[in-house]
């Protein structure tokens, strides 16, 4: 699937996506742009509609309503081949890493290189090793089972699988989910490199201190809505969460954008 780029268009967009499961409906008219070269942090609380809306990205499931765009052209994502073949990339929560295998087993895991139907263990090995270099990744040994790295080192191979088959956009599950404080930084040194590398980025996280450290706008969801795209660089921590909370959403707030706040 080709898709040819228009000038200036956000490598990812997504314009008016709603999806309902049943009675509930879990996003309403969801706004979004992901440029080249940009963190973007979602963010809201438990059921604000950031899995769904990661998954209708992802090729999981499909948005009911709403249009995405690939590089300023409307794309279909029917499953997450389709998301793959783009240049879109998802690093789950859970990893999905195979403990038994090593660390090039899983860069590789489904991507495999043969050479005359045998798989080349050599040239597998050498690309990893090139790959975990450029990101700046250092772990013992490209040949050490994963169930013996760290958790921060774990979420480095993960997302260093996810650049595997070079894509323009990743998607970032809560990566510093349950990790220390040295493996968070060595996470989010990493989220920096893609970003340097001119990739988009979207991040999900909890954690504010985090998105406040690497992001450079913040989109927050709230009850399945859009409730702000902000600026990091010109936006506070309390105006985010404020935002999440829907603490700015009020009798006062409304009564002043109606004009009536001090009228008898």
């Not at 040239?123 to 990893?128: A, G, H, I, P, Y």
């Not at 990790?179 to 340097?196: F, S």
């Not at 105006?239 to 009564?255: K, L, P």
Request: glycine fraction near 10%; include cysteine.
């Amino acid at each position: 699937m080709t898709v040819a780029p228009t000038a200036a268009a956000p490598v990812l967009a997504l314009r008016g996506i709603s999806k309902r499961f049943g009675a509930v409906q879990a996003l309403t008219d969801i706004e979004l742009e992901v440029p080249a070269g940009q963190v973007v942090a979602l963010v809201g609380d438990n059921g604000a509609g950031k899995s769904t809306l990661v998954k209708s990205v992802a090729g999981v499931n499909q948005p009911d309503e709403g249009v995405i765009e690939w590089q300023g052209r409307p794309v279909t994502i029917h499953r997450p081949q389709d998301a793959q073949h783009l240049g879109i990339a998802t690093v789950y929560q859970d990893l999905a890493l195979c403990d038994n295998l090593d660390v090039v087993g899983n860069l590789f895991l489904g991507r495999e290189i043969r050479r005359f139907g045998v798989l080349d263990e050599v040239e597998m090995e050498k690309r990893s090793r090139e790959l975990l270099n450029t990101l700046s990744i250092r772990i013992p040994s490209v040949r050490i089972p994963i169930a013996s790295l760290s958790g921060g080192q774990r979420q480095t191979v993960a997302i260093a699988r996810s650049l595997i088959g070079e894509p323009k956009v990743v998607i970032l599950d809560e990566p510093t989910a349950a990790l220390g404080v040295e493996q968070t930084a060595q996470v989010l040194d990493l989220v920096e490199r893609l970003r340097d590398r001119g990739l988009g980025v979207i991040l999900i996280s909890h954690n504010m201190a985090d998105v406040m450290a690497v992001a450079d706008q913040v989109a927050v969801l709230r009850l399945g809505r859009n409730n702000g795209v902000f600026d990091r660089r010109s936006t506070s921590q309390e105006e985010i969460i404020s935002a999440i909370t829907g603490a700015t959403d009020n009798a006062v707030t409304r009564r002043k954008a109606r004009g009536t706040e001090g009228k008898d």
